[in-house]
Protein backbone atom coordinates (compact mmCIF):
# COMPACT_ATOMS: atom_id res chain seq x y z
CA UNK A 1 0.00 0.00 0.00
CA UNK A 2 1.15 3.19 -1.06
CA UNK A 3 0.56 6.38 0.40
CA UNK A 4 0.89 9.59 -2.02
CA UNK A 5 0.37 13.12 -1.51
CA UNK A 6 -1.17 14.78 1.51
CA UNK A 7 -2.63 18.34 1.33
CA UNK A 8 -3.74 20.24 4.64
CA UNK A 9 -6.78 22.81 3.60
CA UNK A 10 -8.26 24.99 6.30
CA UNK A 11 -12.09 26.22 5.27
CA UNK A 12 -12.25 29.91 5.01
CA UNK A 13 -15.62 29.71 5.37
CA UNK A 14 -16.26 32.04 2.42
CA UNK A 15 -15.90 32.16 -1.28
CA UNK A 16 -12.54 32.40 -2.58
CA UNK A 17 -11.24 33.19 -5.96
CA UNK A 18 -9.29 30.32 -6.02
CA UNK A 19 -11.66 27.58 -7.71
CA UNK A 20 -12.37 28.87 -11.13
CA UNK A 21 -11.80 27.69 -14.32
CA UNK A 22 -8.87 29.68 -14.89
CA UNK A 23 -7.29 27.82 -11.80
CA UNK A 24 -8.47 24.35 -12.62
CA UNK A 25 -6.20 25.13 -16.34
CA UNK A 26 -3.77 26.79 -14.35
CA UNK A 27 -3.07 23.34 -12.46
CA UNK A 28 -4.06 20.86 -15.48
CA UNK A 29 -1.08 19.15 -17.03
CA UNK A 30 1.43 20.69 -14.52
CA UNK A 31 3.49 18.31 -12.00
CA UNK A 32 3.29 17.92 -8.26
CA UNK A 33 5.26 20.79 -7.36
CA UNK A 34 5.54 23.27 -10.09
CA UNK A 35 2.68 24.60 -8.66
CA UNK A 36 1.31 25.97 -4.86
CA UNK A 37 0.12 23.55 -2.76
CA UNK A 38 -3.79 22.95 -3.71
CA UNK A 39 -7.10 20.23 -3.98
CA UNK A 40 -6.35 20.97 -8.20
CA UNK A 41 -2.59 19.87 -7.60
CA UNK A 42 -4.37 16.58 -5.99
CA UNK A 43 -6.74 16.02 -8.12
CA UNK A 44 -4.38 16.52 -11.56
CA UNK A 45 -2.06 14.08 -9.88
CA UNK A 46 -4.80 11.21 -9.52
CA UNK A 47 -5.77 11.92 -12.86
CA UNK A 48 -2.42 11.75 -14.89
CA UNK A 49 -1.03 8.61 -12.35
CA UNK A 50 -4.96 7.12 -13.68
CA UNK A 51 -4.38 7.83 -17.52
CA UNK A 52 -0.45 6.67 -17.32
CA UNK A 53 -0.66 3.38 -15.14
CA UNK A 54 -4.17 2.42 -15.95
CA UNK A 55 -4.71 2.15 -12.59
CA UNK A 56 -7.57 3.12 -10.20
CA UNK A 57 -6.80 6.70 -7.93
CA UNK A 58 -7.99 6.95 -4.89
CA UNK A 59 -8.19 10.69 -2.73
CA UNK A 60 -9.61 10.65 0.68
CA UNK A 61 -10.92 14.06 1.84
CA UNK A 62 -11.16 13.62 5.80
CA UNK A 63 -11.79 16.21 8.55
CA UNK A 64 -13.74 17.40 11.49
CA UNK A 65 -17.52 18.60 11.29
CA UNK A 66 -17.34 22.03 9.27
CA UNK A 67 -13.81 21.23 7.74
CA UNK A 68 -14.91 21.62 4.09
CA UNK A 69 -14.91 18.28 2.80
CA UNK A 70 -18.38 18.40 0.80
CA UNK A 71 -17.16 21.07 -0.84
CA UNK A 72 -13.45 19.72 -1.56
CA UNK A 73 -14.73 16.92 -3.23
CA UNK A 74 -17.01 19.16 -5.54
CA UNK A 75 -13.74 20.87 -6.28
CA UNK A 76 -12.59 17.74 -6.95
CA UNK A 77 -15.59 16.29 -9.46
CA UNK A 78 -14.94 19.23 -11.44
CA UNK A 79 -11.37 19.33 -11.67
CA UNK A 80 -12.24 15.85 -13.27
CA UNK A 81 -15.25 16.94 -15.36
CA UNK A 82 -13.21 19.49 -16.60
CA UNK A 83 -10.07 18.03 -17.47
CA UNK A 84 -11.23 15.11 -18.84
CA UNK A 85 -13.35 17.04 -21.43
CA UNK A 86 -16.47 15.74 -20.66
CA UNK A 87 -18.71 17.79 -22.66
CA UNK A 88 -21.93 15.77 -21.80
CA UNK A 89 -20.90 15.39 -18.12
CA UNK A 90 -19.14 18.65 -17.66
CA UNK A 91 -21.31 19.76 -14.83
CA UNK A 92 -20.97 15.87 -13.17
CA UNK A 93 -20.45 16.97 -9.58
CA UNK A 94 -23.98 18.88 -10.22
CA UNK A 95 -25.82 15.45 -11.10
CA UNK A 96 -23.75 13.35 -8.29
CA UNK A 97 -24.77 15.79 -5.90
CA UNK A 98 -27.81 16.49 -6.72
CA UNK A 99 -28.28 13.64 -4.37
CA UNK A 100 -27.11 15.20 -1.24
CA UNK A 101 -30.66 16.95 -0.43
CA UNK A 102 -31.55 13.45 0.17
CA UNK A 103 -28.82 12.23 1.67
CA UNK A 104 -28.48 15.21 3.83
CA UNK A 105 -32.07 14.63 5.05
CA UNK A 106 -31.47 11.32 6.05
CA UNK A 107 -27.85 11.82 7.82
CA UNK A 108 -27.60 15.33 8.69
CA UNK A 109 -28.40 16.58 12.14
CA UNK A 110 -27.40 19.89 14.06
CA UNK A 111 -24.73 19.49 16.29
CA UNK A 112 -23.71 21.86 18.87
CA UNK A 113 -20.66 22.58 16.21
CA UNK A 114 -22.76 23.14 12.66
CA UNK A 115 -25.98 23.31 12.14
CA UNK A 116 -26.39 20.58 8.89
CA UNK A 117 -23.37 18.41 10.09
CA UNK A 118 -22.77 15.31 8.12
CA UNK A 119 -23.72 12.34 10.66
CA UNK A 120 -22.53 9.36 8.07
CA UNK A 121 -19.56 8.91 5.47
CA UNK A 122 -19.43 9.04 1.78
CA UNK A 123 -17.78 7.16 -1.01
CA UNK A 124 -17.81 8.49 -4.66
CA UNK A 125 -16.83 5.93 -7.10
CA UNK A 126 -16.35 8.14 -10.64
CA UNK A 127 -15.91 5.85 -14.00
CA UNK A 128 -14.05 6.65 -16.70
CA UNK A 129 -14.23 5.41 -20.27
CA UNK A 130 -10.84 4.53 -22.19
CA UNK A 131 -10.35 8.21 -23.22
CA UNK A 132 -10.31 9.20 -19.66
CA UNK A 133 -13.64 10.91 -19.88
CA UNK A 134 -16.30 10.73 -17.48
CA UNK A 135 -19.33 8.54 -17.86
CA UNK A 136 -20.82 8.03 -14.62
CA UNK A 137 -20.13 8.29 -10.52
CA UNK A 138 -21.49 6.32 -7.97
CA UNK A 139 -22.39 7.62 -4.35
CA UNK A 140 -22.23 5.16 -1.37
CA UNK A 141 -23.08 6.11 2.26
CA UNK A 142 -21.40 4.34 5.23
CA UNK A 143 -21.02 4.95 9.20
CA UNK A 144 -24.32 6.15 9.81
CA UNK A 145 -24.16 7.53 13.41
CA UNK A 146 -27.44 5.25 14.71
CA UNK A 147 -27.26 6.54 18.53
CA UNK A 148 -28.75 9.89 17.01
CA UNK A 149 -32.20 8.50 16.46
CA UNK A 150 -32.76 7.44 19.98
CA UNK A 151 -30.67 10.45 21.96
CA UNK A 152 -29.40 13.50 21.28
CA UNK A 153 -26.72 15.43 23.65
CA UNK A 154 -28.24 18.95 24.68
CA UNK A 155 -28.58 21.54 21.72
CA UNK A 156 -28.37 18.86 19.03
CA UNK A 157 -31.38 17.18 16.81
CA UNK A 158 -32.33 14.15 15.19
CA UNK A 159 -31.75 13.88 11.87
CA UNK A 160 -33.42 16.56 9.72
CA UNK A 161 -35.40 13.32 8.51
CA UNK A 162 -37.53 13.18 11.51
CA UNK A 163 -38.47 16.55 11.41
CA UNK A 164 -39.32 16.94 7.93
CA UNK A 165 -41.62 13.94 8.81
CA UNK A 166 -43.32 15.50 11.61
CA UNK A 167 -43.97 18.90 9.75
CA UNK A 168 -46.12 17.11 7.14
CA UNK A 169 -47.52 14.69 9.20
CA UNK A 170 -51.15 15.72 8.55
CA UNK A 171 -50.69 14.92 4.88
CA UNK A 172 -52.45 12.22 3.53
CA UNK A 173 -49.74 9.67 2.18
CA UNK A 174 -48.24 9.66 5.86
CA UNK A 175 -51.07 9.58 7.81
CA UNK A 176 -50.04 5.42 8.48
CA UNK A 177 -47.04 6.64 10.27
CA UNK A 178 -48.79 8.35 13.03
CA UNK A 179 -46.53 11.27 13.84
CA UNK A 180 -47.06 14.24 15.66
CA UNK A 181 -45.26 16.96 16.48
CA UNK A 182 -41.68 16.56 16.90
CA UNK A 183 -41.31 17.20 20.36
CA UNK A 184 -43.95 14.38 21.09
CA UNK A 185 -42.66 12.08 18.89
CA UNK A 186 -38.72 12.99 19.98
CA UNK A 187 -40.05 11.53 23.68
CA UNK A 188 -41.15 8.21 22.36
CA UNK A 189 -37.17 7.25 21.20
CA UNK A 190 -35.91 8.66 24.46
Known sequence: LAVGIILVAINPYKQLPIYGDAIIHAYSGQNMGDMDPHIFAVAEEAY?????????????????????????????????????????????????????????????????????????????????????????ANMRTYLLEKSRVVFQSENERNYHIFYQLCASAMQPEYEHLKLGRSQENNLLFS
Open 48 to 136: KQMARNNKNQSIIVSGESGAGKTVSARYTMRYFATVSKSSSNAHVEDKVLASNPITEAVGNAKTTRNDNSSRFGKYTEISFDQSYQIIG
